[in-house]
């Protein structure tokens, strides 16, 4: 498929995917899924496996955006290495309408598109981009980002762990910090509250039982739950220290999730997937198992209405 056609094929589904069944409402503001791939996208660079051979449809790396269709103003959460393709769509929009980003952490696929703000790209003018702490402290004091900064090509807003910030009158944004590596920054996932629904973004975290909240509670309290999916299981990982990079596998999601009523099922959206995960493939035997429990698999395009 050539590159023409990539961006015809995001820009068809980001605008004219159809509306889910489900108790979706009126509402002039919606969550679209740019993205649903793990940091390394798909193809997967060095990959030789079967999964990445004779791809026919690249896929993107996680992202979603929050927009209010009424005025066209968005936010991003996350900056992804994709970043040009999943906002070619805006046009001319970008500069105006897109009000800010929202970082979860300072991992490659999470933040590294922010380069695209810079003078030899967009150079953009002060784009608010909201970050933790150590995030903040990150981007300010290491090149090439701190050149973002002092260029005024974005600003970076400070937020923190559990304290809600209203973006506008009918849109709150709450942080809220998870166990993931910590190299370079905290990790973060977001509930985002709109007019009439919530929906709780978290595209990274070690293990479920190693956060402090209960991710069963959280997602009785939200409508839409866009988490962690990185593996299926640790067979398709073999190759690697699973202690390098812990992500509760699906499987274990799923027997954690089993006792859990069907309406709740039904607000899991599987996103941020590895290259190797066979959820990307709709014709799979684990997609299609995922799916008869009552689960979701983030597709690009997938328009979420709050």
């Known amino acids: 498929m050539t590159d023409l056609n990539f961006r015809t094929y995001l820009i068809l ?24 791939v793990q940091d390394g996208g798909l193809p997967h660079l060095g990959n ?6 004779n791809i026919q449809q690249k896929k ?13 103003e968005s936010y991003l959460f996350d900056a992804s290495p994709d970043i040009n393709e999943q906002l070619n769509f805006m046009g001319d929009r970008i500069k ?38 150590r995030m903040k402290n990150f981007l300010e004091n290491n ?39 910590a190299e370079f920054s905290e990790t973060v ?26 991710i069963i509670d959280e997602i009785k309290k939200v409508d839409y739950a866009l988490i962690d999916a990185t593996f299926y299981d640790a067979k398709e990982v073999n190759y690697r220290d699973l202690s390098e990079i812990p992500h509760p596998f699906v499987v274990e999601s799923l027997e954690l999730f089993e006792p859990i009523k069907e309406e709740e099922k039904n607000k899991i959206f599987f996103i941020h997937l590895n290259h190797t995960n066979p959820l990307i493939n709709k014709n799979s035997d684990e997609y299609k198992y995922v799916v008869s429990k ?13």
């Open 143 to 181: 090149g090439p980002w701190s050149q973002l900064v002092s260029l005024q090509n974005i600003s970076i807003k400070e937020i923190n762990n559990n304290s809600k910030l209203s973006i506008d009158p009918n849109v709150i944004i709450e942080p809220v910090e998870v166990p993931h590596r």
């Open 13 to 36: 589904s980001i605008l004219l995917f159809p509306f889910f069944a489900f108790n979706q409402v009126n509402s002039n503001y919606s969550l679209k899924i740019l993205g649903v």
């Open 189 to 214: 996932g977001y509930k985002i509250y709109g007019p009439n629904k919530t929906a709780l973004f978290i595209p990274d975290i070690d293990k479920w039982y190693l956060w402090e909240k209960s």
């Open 96 to 133: 105006k309408d897109l009000k800010g980003i929202f970082l979860t952490h300072a991992h490659i696929g999470h933040y590294t598109g922010l380069m695209y703000f810079g003078r030899e790209a967009l150079n953009s003018k002060l784009v608010n981009v909201y970050a933790m702490p």
């Open 60 to 72: 993107f790396v996680t992202s979603i955006m929050l927009i209010n269709n009424e005025n066209n």
């Open 294 to 306: 009552g689960y979701n698999v983030a597709e690009e395009g997938m328009d979420l209405k709050l």
């Open 48 to 53: 030789n496996k079967t999964c990445c051979e």
